[in-house]
């Protein structure tokens, strides 16, 4: 068929192809979580139905999109990790990224219900997407680590900031200011010796976010068979399935990637 004449117009579309041999990372971030959380009455620090949201979302992400292996999610913010030979949408940043965030948002509020069941959602939430390359292991590990370390550096300043509230009967004024210029031990401090509370003993899905990674299992299903010249009978069928699996372990040493060598290719 003859092309239109308004066909050129095509030729406005730009190449946004990621480089190959490089780890794609899609970050997604709430819009305007501050205000969505108190809307919606998160509860501080932490809240376990908007965190098993996020992780139930970031779930269908991965189930349903290929190549991600492996995801980390905290706060509002989830990551996303391409694995670097992908080939999925040709590598285009613009269709991995929107697919990415389209299928986390729609998954956020089709499953709003099953983790905040009477609460209701007051309006439809947004996440923000961003596509980032690494060229190498380290680049990539040290990108998770970074995330990681921020999880535990908000959360040890809001879990000591709401036990200040809500234990020791601070403003949040007061609170504010009595941790000014405070360092990670000064903090810790603060809880054990004010409160009891040993922040190592607090809640690892808090302190270190959770981490999603394919993992295979083997299935064992009984299936009546009936084989020619046979009486029918069951059989005992076994097969390796992969199934998302959810951490809440430090992701920045190596033991993590010890124990799950598959995640990452060869650098060589
Ligand atoms: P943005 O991302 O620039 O559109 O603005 P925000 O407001 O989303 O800011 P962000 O992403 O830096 O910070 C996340 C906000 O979400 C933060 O203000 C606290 C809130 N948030 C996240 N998780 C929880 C939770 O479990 N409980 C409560 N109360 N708030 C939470
Ligand atoms: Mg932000
Ligand atoms: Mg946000
Ligand atoms: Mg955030
Ligand atoms: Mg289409």
């Not at 919606?40 to 190549?67: C, I, Q, W, Y």
């Not at 706060?75 to 940043?93: H, P």
């Not at 309006?123 to 535990?152: E, I, K, M, T």
Request: hydrophobic share 35%.
């Amino acid at each position: 068929m003859a092309k239109s004449k308004f066909e050129y117009v095509r030729n406005f579309e730009t190449d946004d192809t990621c480089l190959r041999n490089c780890y794609i990372v899609v970050r997604l971030d709430g819009r305007n979580f501050h205000k969505f959380a108190e809307q919606h009455k998160f509860t501080k620090p932490n809240d376990n139905r908007a965190l098993g949201l996020l992780t139930r979302s970031a779930r269908s992400v991965m189930e349903e999109l290929e190549d991600i292996v492996i995801s980390y999610g905290q706060s509002d913010e989830c990551s996303f990790v391409f694995k670097r030979t992908t080939n999925w949408f040709k590598r285009r940043a613009s269709k991995l990224m929107t697919h990415v965030a389209s299928q986390f948002s729609s998954s956020y509020v089709f499953y709003w219900k099953e983790f905040f069941g009477e609460q209701p959602l007051l309006y439809p939430p947004s996440f923000d997407g961003r596509v980032v390359l690494y060229p190498s292991n380290r680049n990539l590990r040290d990108y998770l680590s970074w995330r990681q370390a921020d999880c535990h550096i908000n959360n040890l300043y809001n879990t000591v900031f709401w036990t200040l509230v809500q234990k020791g009967g601070l403003t949040t004024a007061q609170a504010e200011e009595r941790l000014k210029g405070t360092l990670a031990a000064d903090k810790n401090e603060i809880l054990f010796s004010e409160f009891d509370i040993n922040y190592n003993n607090e809640s690892l899905l808090h302190r270190k976010g959770t981490t999603l990674i394919w993992e295979k299992h083997e299935e064992t299903v009984t299936k009546r068979m009936k084989l020619p010249n046979e009486e029918e009978k069951d059989v005992n069928v076994t097969r390796s399935r992969k199934r998302v699996q959810a951490y809440h372990c430090d992701i920045i040493g190596d033991q993590f990637w010890e124990e799950h060598p598959s995640i990452l290719e060869d650098d060589s």
